[in-house]
């Protein structure tokens, strides 16, 4: 990742910017829940951006489903380093 990676922090909403920021979310986000992400596209749409749409499973700890369906990751990159990721609603 970019440095000033630029992150969705989807469980409290905003964005986390940098790598400290974004390594505290995701500990803070996987000692809560249990999420599972299944690429089932790419593209590369008009924004030059590289689009994964992916089947997403979110539990709880206990293993329970809070919620199961499909959105899209896009990532834009800078130097070759993701400089920003967002969550889409899938088509």
């Not at 920021?21 to 500990?27: E, H």
């Not at 000692?31 to 596209?41: A, F, W």
Request: proline fraction near 3%; charged fraction near 30%.
């Amino acid at each position: 990742m970019h440095p000033d990676v630029d992150w969705p922090n989807g469980m409290e909403g905003g964005r986390e910017r940098g790598h400290a920021a974004v390594r505290a979310y995701w500990t803070r986000q996987f000692g809560l829940i249990d999420s599972y992400v299944e690429p089932v596209g790419f593209e590369v749409d008009r924004e030059g951006r590289v689009v994964v749409d992916v089947h997403q499973v979110v539990r709880d700890l206990e293993g329970a489903v809070l919620s199961d369906g499909r959105v899209r990751h896009a990532y834009t990159f800078r130097d070759g380093l993701v400089e920003r990721m967002d969550i889409e609603q899938a088509e």
